[in-house]
């Protein structure tokens, strides 16, 4: 079990979505973090619930799904990565943040490959915690949209936010759907990895962008399992991403 202290400070801000606000799972085997993050949250409008295990959280999210939710990795019963990939097939839409104490690069992207949509490295303050959640939460009430996009055997319908490769389902997490969206749009020219960061996550985003270059890789995974050429999305090194019109001309990487 690990300790840890949220750094509290008042946000000044209220996130409004309607009567309770969005509901967030916090899942923390530590009680009086678990209680001082709940408060928090509901002092800032969230409906809160709590989990102490692994095993709890599946229960929860599997009765009600909810809009975030908060994982610490450190639980007694089961890895957090394995409650993380749980939590995802039960709750499509939900926003997973971890939190960990781990700092190890691989043991984050491990925990964004499982699911998670961001992390924050203990101890963190309350403030930055508030901001990314709000970010999340803006990002996914702006991504709906009335377009569909095509290219080559790619087929975006945005409004019901569905992906095709040559007529078949292409299963999405919703950042990586937005991310997708994010590149056909502008197939055949390079998107800078800021441009991606703001339009995908946030034009705040306090944290690295390791996770963007985990969910272009997921994306590539994805497409190929439907026969498609990964090197469609193509690195342009120290600069961004490219989806390209034609595979042919793409390098990749």
Request: charged fraction near 25%; hydrophobic fraction near 45%.
């Amino acid at each position: 079990m690990t300790v840890v202290r949220v750094h509290n400070a008042h946000s000044g801000s209220h996130y409004d979505r309607g009567v309770g606000g969005p509901s967030v799972l916090v899942v923390e085997d530590d009680a009086d973090i678990g209680q001082e993050l709940a408060e928090a949250l509901r002092a800032n409008g969230y409906q809160v619930s709590l989990a102490v295990t692994g095993a709890e959280a599946v229960d929860a999210v599997q009765a009600r799904a909810p809009d975030l939710v908060l994982l610490d990795l450190g639980l007694p019963d089961v890895d957090g990565v394995l409650v993380c990939r749980r939590l995802r097939a039960r709750a499509v839409d939900a926003v997973i943040v971890v939190l960990t104490a781990r700092t190890a690069e691989l043991d984050v992207v491990v925990a964004l490959d499982a699911g998670a949509d961001d992390y924050l490295t203990k101890p963190f303050r309350l403030t930055e915690l508030l901001a990314r959640l709000r970010a999340h939460l803006r990002r996914q009430a702006s991504a709906t949209a009335t377009a569909a996009i095509a290219v080559g055997r790619l087929y975006l319908d945005v409004a019901a936010r569905r992906a095709s490769v040559a007529g078949q389902e292409l299963a999405l997490r919703p950042k990586e759907f937005d991310l997708l969206v994010a590149l056909a749009a502008r197939a055949g020219e390079m998107v800078t990895r800021e441009d991606l960061m703001a339009q995908v996550w946030d034009e705040n985003w306090f944290g690295p962008t390791k996770t963007l270059d985990v969910h272009v890789s997921v994306l590539r995974r994805k497409l190929a399992e439907l026969g498609e050429d990964p090197a469609r999305i193509t690195t342009v090194r120290g600069r961004g991403y490219r989806y390209e019109t034609d595979p042919a001309v793409g390098a990749g990487g």
